[in-house]
């Protein structure tokens, strides 16, 4: 083989190495590219998932939150109810057993004598009117009816020895039985349980 053809053969050997290098090399670029647009693309969905989570995540903690608030206070608030309840009926039991106490005291016929009349004159249009009372006070009866007659005689008071049933106190009726007044012990308990349901409330 002569000079000549070497040489020719050695630059078109040179030319076509040229070639695939700058072919391997832009295939090169072009691949980092692709591999660079193709990584964006990923991060980006990837930081708009994460975003999606996230939020999510932190919605669910303020319901979480909320609902934990909202039980706590219904808690607080049921607890308060029952603190009220049960100072409540401490109250109202303590003062139906001061009532009750009454009993002891020496004037115990003159607090049934007002109770009585005060029911009485409440009851003028049914007269006669007969007075009960509980079952331990029964032998107060004779001298609490007559001592509203002498003090109101319109009212026509009589004993009757039927027993109430009631702690203390006197009940007091028309003689058709169509109308009564209780001015026992409960009753006056109850009539003040919802000004003591005010107060409670208010202090708590």
């Known amino acids: 083989m002569s000079d000549v053809t070497s040489e020719k053969i050695t630059a078109l050997q040179n030319i076509i190495l040229e070639h695939a ?5 832009a295939i090169v670029a072009d691949a980092r590219r692709e591999a660079e647009a193709w990584l964006r693309k990923e991060m980006t969905k990837l930081d708009r998932e994460t975003s999606a989570v996230l939020a999510d995540a932190k919605q669910r903690a303020e319901e979480i939150y909320r609902r934990q608030l909202l ?5 607080k608030s ?3 109810l029952r603190q009220q309840n ?9 003062f139906q057993d001061g009532l009750v106490h009454l009993r002891e ?3 115990y016929a003159d607090i049934l004598t007002a109770l009585a009349l005060e029911a009485a004159r409440n009851m003028r249009d049914n ?3 007969k007075l009960r009372l509980a079952s331990a006070d029964s032998n107060l009866g004779g001298k609490v009816a007559d001592a509203v007659n002498s003090r109101f005689p319109e009212a026509k008071m009589a004993f009757d020895p039927e027993p109430a049933m009631i702690l203390g106190g ?12 209780n001015s026992d012990w409960q009753s006056r ?4 349980s919802d000004t003591l349901a005010d107060r409670l409330l208010a202090s708590l």
């Open 21 to 25: 290098n700058a072919q391997r090399t």
């Open 71 to 75: 039980s706590a206070e219904r808690e």
């Open 78 to 80: 049921t607890e308060a």
């Open 86 to 94: 049960r100072f409540l009926n401490e109250a109202l039991k303590k």
């Open 105 to 107: 005291r020496k004037d």
């Open 127 to 129: 007269a006669p009117v």
């Open 170 to 181: 006197c009940v007091v009726e028309s003689a058709d039985g169509k109308r009564q007044i």
């Open 189 to 192: 308990t109850q009539e003040i």
